[in-house]
């Protein structure tokens, strides 16, 4: 299985990227973003609770996290590899997904890191919170998960690079450029 991590603040092209290779390479897409949206639109108490989080732009509890990474590595074990986007967000999560992953002889093999500055990422969301219907697409809430991506979540780029499996992406490129080099870094990388 070839596994990799698209990392990246919020609006930093993760969701559109991972689409993107999971389309090219024939690997399945888990993010954490997109499960937890669906939870929260069939209006399930679990819903509204993981509301309350998002719509803040704080980081839900890492169990009800875990458990969804867990379920779907099991129901995955069998395709061609995982892309892991909008997952790990804290130190403790990039722990336990090798941890899991070491049980079943699985690895990371990849962390594709999509960088952009803060200023550009702001002006994305608004234009993006037009449209999307996302409360979390608000100037007050992407505040909130910058500053929750600067404490929580940056730490984790430090974790990746000590096992060097870290890369850094320019993400201020057009969409197709922007892929242009993470396909020639995966081929590098996972497709030798
Ligand atoms: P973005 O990266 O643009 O903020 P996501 O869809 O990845 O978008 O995440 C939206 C929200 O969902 C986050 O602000 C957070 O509240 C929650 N979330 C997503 N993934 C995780 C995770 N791995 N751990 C905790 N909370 C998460």
């Known amino acids: 299985m070839k596994n990799l991590v698209v990392f990246g603040p919020p609006g930093c092209g993760k969701g559109t990227q991972s689409a993107n290779i999971v389309q090219r390479y024939g690997l399945v897409h888990l993010s954490t973003g997109d499960i ?38 099991l129901d995955h074990l069998r395709s061609n590899g995982i892309v892991f986007d909008g997952f790990p ?4 999560q990039a722990q336990m997904l090798d941890r899991i992953f070491h049980k079943k002889s699985m690895r990371i093999g990849l962390v594709i890191s999509i ?20 409360s979390d697409d608000t100037i007050e809430v992407m505040k909130n998960r910058l500053m929750v991506y600067q404490s929580q979540t940056q730490p984790v ?18 969409v197709n450029n922007v892929f242009d080099d993470i396909e020639q870094i995966i081929n590098e990388r996972l497709y030798r």
């Open 157 to 174: 780029i430090d974790y990746y690079k000590k096992c060097n499996r870290l890369v850094l992406i320019d993400g201020t490129k057009a």
């Open 36 to 73: 937890i949206r669906k939870e929260i639109a069939g209006e399930s108490a679990m819903g509204d609770l993981l509301n309350k989080f998002v719509s803040h732009g704080v980081l839900v509890p890492d169990n009800i996290i875990l458990k969804e990474v867990y379920r779907f590595g």
């Open 115 to 134: 960088d952009v500055p803060e200023d550009i990422l702001m002006a994305r969301i608004i234009e993006r919170g037009k449209t999307s219907g996302r």
């Open 89 to 92: 967000r804290n130190l403790y």
